[in-house]
């Protein structure tokens, strides 16, 4: 029932983000939206930030499967399966940034970079020394969900296909 309880515990707590400010609710108010009781709530999550961390998880989760078993890794395929990811989940990344909690799905996003990195294909990346790489996965993650950040907050006005290709001539200039 674990599964299913953190289902339950996320889809209430994204229910009431809807409506409600992230700092003003609370396990109480999330839980009186759930047949569920607090204990079982504590014996899934310790506090609030873990419900964000465990989306933030799962859509990295998501995301990192479209990628690996979609079309033929390029630059470009990587930022349109990110953008096209991210418009679908655009309702999720909106209250993400409207209650400034971002910043979790930046640590999902930057905790995943090693395994984006492991699969691009003849990536300058395979040179640099693992001390170095660290800082260069901080930069790459950083400049990509600022680009991110700048499309939601605009309301998606450019397509996929041109922030797709926005981030490719960035990122393609700096592996040349």
């Not at 990536?123 to 640099?128: A, G």
Request: glycine share 2%; charged share 20%.
């Amino acid at each position: 029932m674990s599964q299913k309880s953190k289902e339950i515990i996320v889809a209430a707590f994204l229910e009431i983000m809807q409506t409600s400010a992230y700092e003003d609710i609370t396990i109480s108010e999330i839980l009186a939206n759930t047949p569920l009781v607090r204990k079982t709530f504590y014996n899934n999550f310790k506090e609030k930030d873990d419900i964000v961390r465990y989306i933030c998880h799962n859509l990295m989760a998501e995301y990192m499967t479209r990628l690996t078993s979609g079309a033929e890794f390029t630059l470009y395929n990587f930022a349109r399966t990110f953008y096209v990811f991210g418009k679908e989940k655009r309702e999720i990344f909106t209250l993400l940034f409207q209650n400034r909690i971002f910043h979790i799905f930046n640590e999902a996003f930057n905790n995943h970079m090693a395994l984006v990195n492991s699969i691009l294909p003849h990536n300058i990346l395979n040179t640099v020394d693992d001390e170095n790489l660290s800082f260069i996965f901080a930069f790459h993650a950083q400049g990509t969900l600022a680009m991110f950040e700048l499309w939601v907050k605009s309301g998606f006005q450019k397509s996929v296909d041109n922030m797709a290709t926005i981030y490719t001539s960035i990122v393609g200039d700096l592996q040349e």
